[in-house]
């Protein structure tokens, strides 16, 4: 699984990546995870609000910091 947190290193997109790499080691979950800060970038993935998570190239989360259930939710599909 890949996963990718996109933001430009504010404070609301590292809580979103903390909290995705804490959902990962918690509950196992054999996925890479990716920060990525470059807004060109972003908006090649098609992202138009940060934070946003990307899950094996499908936008889960934009614009706002997930919950914990959501983001386990998420990552165990």
């Known amino acids: ?24 080691e918690r509950e196992k979950i054999n ?10 970038r972003a908006v090649e993935l098609g992202i138009m609000a940060t934070p946003a998570v990307i899950v094996d190239g499908k936008i889960v989360v934009q614009g706002r910091i997930p919950s914990e259930s959501e983001m386990v939710k998420a990552l165990k599909k």
């Open 1 to 24: 699984m890949e996963v990718k947190v996109v933001g430009p290193s504010c404070a609301r997109c590292k809580a979103t990546l903390e909290l995705v790499k804490k959902v990962v």
């Open 31 to 40: 996925a890479k995870v990716e920060y990525v800060t470059d807004m060109k």
